[in-house]
């Protein structure tokens, strides 16, 4: 049972250059997000997608694109990297509800994705 | 909005012994869910325990437990009999039932042989 994959687990990009980090889920969740993790700032959100073919920005989504390929993958795109998005970014899924209580409730991560932009 | 504060930037604890490490959270929601995770040298995130704010009775899983105050909104995580392993940076979060998380700023928490 692999949970969250995200890959790669580490990258190292120039300043103006693209990469996509993708993240697969097998159990099934509706909704998917991609946070950043910054000294200081624990973690915040870029983008999420409740459900397939929805997606909407979080807390930090400039500079960042996201696709909800199918209900296992959302990739996260950066189109052209700059030094400020040097961070860990971390892929997570989780059941979603609207209202109501959750019988198993809460996030499973991704073991994340160390990026350094140069 | 919903604001989660950890307030102990880093704390060291002998091992074997007990440490406590300090949640407050800040919502006008009356149903919510409250969580620790643990995330090691290794990055990975772990669940550590969670509660639901329905639930007056504290969750505790093996060493860990929390001590919950709803009123106070304060969520703290107890940690008994620590370990060399469970060196790591503890995040604190709040879900909203619409499955929105908000995290605190981690706790670095250091065992000492």
């Known amino acids: 049972n692999a949970g969250v994959t995200q890959t790669p687990k580490f990258q190292v990009l120039k300043t103006g250059q693209s990469m996509t980090l993708q993240c697969a889920q097998d159990?099934?969740?509706?909704?998917m997000y991609w946070y950043r993790q910054d000294p200081g700032m624990g973690l915040r959100l870029i983008y999420y997608?409740?459900?397939?073919?929805?997606?909407d920005k979080g807390e930090v989504p400039n500079g960042y694109n996201v696709s909800r390929l199918n209900k296992r993958e959302f990739s996260l795109r950066l189109e052209s990297a700059a030094p400020s998005q040097t961070s860990v970014y971390f892929c997570?899924?989780?059941?979603?509800?609207?209202?109501?209580?959750?019988?198993?409730?809460?996030?499973?991560f991704g073991s994340g994705t160390r990026l350094t932009v140069v | 909005a919903q604001t989660v504060t950890q307030s102990q930037p880093e704390m060291s604890v002998q091992e074997a012994e007990t440490v406590t490490l300090s949640c407050t959270y800040d919502t006008s929601e009356s149903n919510y869910y409250l969580f620790w995770y643990k995330q090691p040298p290794s990055r990975q995130m772990i669940l550590v325990i969670r509660q639901e704010a329905y639930k007056q009775q504290n969750a505790t899983e093996n060493r860990f437990s929390v001590n919950f105050q709803k009123a106070a909104k304060s969520f703290s995580l107890k940690i008994s009999d620590s370990q060399l392993g469970d060196t790591a940076m503890y995040f604190c979060?709040?879900?909203?039932?619409?499955?929105?998380?908000?995290f605190g700023t981690g706790t670095s928490l250091t065992v000492i042989p």
């Open positions: 997570a899924s989780s059941e979603a509800r609207t209202g109501g209580l959750l019988a198993n409730y809460g996030y499973t």
């Open positions: 159990m099934n969740h509706n909704s």
């Open positions: 997608s409740a459900s397939e073919g929805t997606t």
């Open positions: 979060a709040f879900m909203k039932l619409s499955n929105q998380f908000y």
